[in-house]
């Protein structure tokens, strides 16, 4: 699927942290925040470099046609840390009236090696939705700098929730995919980008307005 050009008006949460941010002087200023704030004892050294990478990451997602990428990173109280990430993007369907996009969904999911959990059909905005909950393991890479622990290189199990929203028959499809670090976090990332995918719509064209020109 191509991602193709259009506007969206994006419902997100107002308080995340947000990397594609349009305006390089304001992303120099969130990322370095951002780092401080996520990681207050880290070594100092390298929250530069942290920062760098996060600039690297922004310009990749632009490149790419990414709506939106955001990083939620909360406590909770008894429970793990909220550490979520949710990608938004504008994609090209099939040209194919019959398509199932439960079934476009599952396999971009299964091609990323996802373990689909659970599959559902929901109304959203554009008219269509198809939301799932899976789960993911992947070999984390080690930072440079850092000390080597025993755990490093071992798999982690993700959570991982993705949602496509689109009109029936339409050739735009706005889609939604959030992972997170505690797999018992899932069920409440799945909501967050049910709602995102929910209430957000993509318009065609180039328009004027308050949307996002992706």
Request: a negative charge.
């Amino acid at each position: 699927m191509t991602q193709p050009a259009g506007v969206v008006d994006l419902c997100v949460p107002a308080d995340w942290a947000e990397l594609v941010l349009p305006d390089a002087h304001e992303a120099e200023h969130a990322f370095a925040e951002l780092v401080r704030r996520t990681w207050p004892r880290g070594p100092e050294a390298l929250w530069s470099s942290a920062a760098s990478v996060l600039h690297a990451w922004r310009r990749a997602l632009m490149r790419r046609g990414a709506v939106s990428f955001g990083l939620v990173s909360v406590p909770r109280p008894d429970a793990p840390r909220a550490e979520w990430q949710v990608l938004t993007s504008v994609v090209r369907l099939p040209a194919d009236p019959d398509i199932d996009v439960t079934a476009v969904l599952a396999r971009m999911c299964e091609d990323q090696g996802a373990h689909i959990l659970h599959v559902e059909r929901f109304d959203t905005a554009m008219g269509l939705g198809v939301g799932l909950v899976a789960t993911r393991e992947i070999r984390p890479a080690r930072l440079p700098g850092m000390p080597v622990t025993a755990s490093d290189g071992q798999p982690i199990r993700m959570g991982m929730a993705a949602a496509l929203a689109c009109e029936p028959g339409g050739r735009d499809g706005l889609l939604v995919v959030g992972v997170c670090f505690a797999v018992e976090q899932t069920a409440d990332l799945a909501a967050l980008v049910a709602v995102i995918a929910g209430r957000s719509r993509v318009r065609p064209g180039p328009q004027k307005g308050s949307g996002i020109d992706t």
